[in-house]
């Protein structure tokens, strides 16, 4: 490609990252508003500047993908970026979680660091750059971008845990970033490419031993693995989600995880079949220790970070049929998780705004807080994966999938994880029924309740999630008829 052509092309491409290069634009503008007023003694105020900045900068952020569906789609900075109607969904997504993050801080009126909500922006650029890229660097790049702007919002809360938590999930981001890197180099000797979606990259791996090409898939899985919190570099989660405040944690839950999910999905075309009975073997080992894990917690973010190792491993399994309805099922599995893990926290943190969320804390509150309690107990059981909520359809689908890719290839091993996920299923019952049981069959241990002082705003969010999980149960079409659009 000629200079001529190249300048050409990247002044097309500029067109397609609209939202990012709003984003950028609002990340310097809140931080020329903070150095502005840093030295200002009425740090609330400029709290609140900065809040309403962002908000309004994510209602424009997400105006600004939405109008991205109709492009047609393509590559930009070729290689490096594509862009198409499945970026364009999963940031979507990414930004309704931005939202819904921002609308949880405000209403439960969490006071954060000013520079808190800086980074935060910078995560979002991450994780849209992330979902258009097709490009190993790019990838690599962009999975960075988040982990050390993720870092730094983890390390901003001032408790101890906090930074312990923080510590904790730097050097297993490090390790996990550098064997990743190792793996890289490893698929550019072995083809020659870093690009996804070139030819040369399948049949060059291809053309390989199974023992080299599984180690390799491996290595460059490992940074993928980490940030949806899968084994074995699970260990960061349960410290993190502990000792974060429940907002963060909240976004932190399920904004990467959709992100590399689409990742995960491209690199189905680009990587030898091997590459499945291994994410196979990953989600049910991650599916299992989850569960398991999840059982003994005393502390509800820890009870909710061992589900979300479970819940990540169940991302896997659609994938894992490499067929278009186990894509189709990821995809809608991921949208449900997000909104029903996104709901967990912002019902638990309602019930018991900016606590330590010990289980003890939340024995009979349900008879003081009906409404909240009720509906978080419907999120419970959409976590779990019964009707009537979108959680069971959710799972129905990448069953099925898994069914079905069963029968097709008659593969041993998906006839094992579908039973290994099914029973999974239903030991996870134990603890996701254990907070509703908490709230409305055990007595307070102080004997003195509080009385319900939620908002009427915060009791209308319940309200608009419950009737969602409850319709896309009755209506999953209107959900996959985006899905279908891919």
């Known amino acids: 490609m000629e200079l001529n052509e190249q300048l050409l092309h990247i002044s097309q491409s500029l067109g397609g990252i609209t939202p990012e290069i709003f984003l950028t634009v609002l990340f310097c503008l809140v931080l020329t508003v903070e150095l502005i007023f840093i030295k200002n003694p009425d740090s609330g105020k400029i709290t609140t500047i900065l809040h309403n900045i962002c908000f309004l900068g994510a209602l424009i952020s997400l105006y600004l993908v939405i109008n991205q569906w109709n492009q047609e789609p393509g590559f930009k900075f070729r290689p490096l970026l594509f862009l198409d109607h499945q970026a364009v969904f999963f940031k979507i997504l990414i930004n309704v979680a931005w939202l819904f993050a921002l609308l949880h801080v405000r209403l439960l009126r969490y006071k954060f660091p000013p520079e808190f909500n800086a980074i935060l922006i910078v995560t979002v650029i991450g994780l849209q750059l992330l979902v258009m890229a097709t490009h190993l660097l790019s990838i690599y790049l962009s999975v960075e971008l988040i982990s050390i702007s993720s870092y730094l919002l983890v390390a ?3 408790k ?6 923080s510590i904790k999930y730097l050097l297993f981001g490090a390790a996990s970033s550098a064997v990743m890197l190792y793996g890289i180099s490893f698929v550019y000797g072995l083809t020659g490419t870093l690009d996804i979606t070139e030819a040369a990259m399948y049949s060059g791996l291809l053309h390989n031993s199974p023992f080299v090409i599984g180690a390799t898939v491996v290595l460059v ?13 699970h260990v960061w989660a349960p410290d993190v989600y502990e000792a974060s405040p429940t907002p963060l944690v909240s976004f932190l839950s399920v904004a990467p995880k959709a992100a590399v999910i689409l990742v995960v999905i491209r690199l189905a075309g680009a990587l030898p079949e091997i590459y499945f009975p291994i994410l196979g073997g990953i989600a049910l080992i991650s599916i299992t220790i989850g569960n398991i894990s999840a059982l003994w917690q005393t502390n509800a973010r820890r009870l909710l970070a061992y589900s979300s190792i479970a819940q990540a491993g169940y991302l896997l399994v659609g994938i894992t049929t490499f067929s278009r309805f186990g894509f189709e099922a990821t995809v809608f599995y991921a949208s449900s998780y997000l909104l029903i893990n996104m709901a967990a926290f912002f019902l638990i943190d309602l019930l018991n705004p900016q606590s330590e969320t010990e289980l003890k804390e939340y024995h009979g509150l349900g008879s003081k807080h009906i409404w909240v309690s009720g509906i978080l107990t419907v999120v419970m059981i959409a976590l779990a994966g019964l009707p009537p909520t979108v959680g069971f359809t959710a799972k129905l689908f990448v069953f099925s999938a898994l069914w079905e890719g069963y029968l097709k290839g008659e593969a041993n091993w998906m006839l094992w994880l579908l039973v290994g996920g099914i029973l999974n299923a239903a030991i996870a019952l134990a603890y996701y029924l254990r907070l509703p049981y908490l709230l409305f069959f055990k007595s307070s241990e102080s004997g003195v309740l509080l009385p319900d002082r939620t908002s009427l705003v915060a009791k ?7 009737i969602i999980i409850i319709a896309l149960f009755i209506k999953p079409e209107w959900l996959m008829n985006w899905i279908y659009a891919f």
């Open 156 to 158: 901003l809360s001032p």
């Open 460 to 466: 209308g969010v319940s309200a608009l999630l419950l």
């Open 160 to 165: 101890r845990k906090a930074a312990e938590g």
């Open 221 to 233: 899985l490992s940074g993928l693995l980490f940030k949806l919190s899968l084994v074995p570099f």
